[in-house]
């Protein structure tokens, strides 16, 4: 099944992708390798704001996680050309996760994007992650990622 029947049923429309809120770019291609800037997490259309261990829970965590996942792959499309079949791997995700100092669950809050990547590119999918509780995010947001790929 191709990564478009995927997100056909899972019902996932990719959603245009983000405008940078500073002076970057969204990727950067390098040979192969396709850097993703950081995505924040947002809902319905709004930076989806909160701190683990304060005001958000590890279960919207995870569906925060999922938001920007869609994001990054949209992105990532982009990227490509448009062709998602040019994706040959997954290689790595650097998730920020918004907490207090005695939040312990961020790799928890993660798998959220890392399930749905890995569901979407199967092996091709399976990837190297680094998950880090921080202190503030841009505006406020609960969860930024950022994405390495390898593409053909």
Known sequence: MSIYDKLTELNITLPAVAVPAAAYVMSVQTGNTVFLSGHIAKKDG????????????????????????????????????????RV??????MSLVNSTGDFTEQHLVTNGASELIGELFGEQGIHARSAFGVAQIPMGACVEIEMIAEIA
């Open 46 to 85: 709004k930076v989806w704001v909160g701190q683990f261990g304060k005001n958000i829970t590890t279960e919207e965590g995870k569906l925060a996680a999922r938001a920007v996942a869609i994001d990054l792959i949209a992105t990532l499309q982009a990227a490509c050309g448009g062709d998602l079949t």
């Open 88 to 93: 040959r791997r997954i290689v790595k995700l």
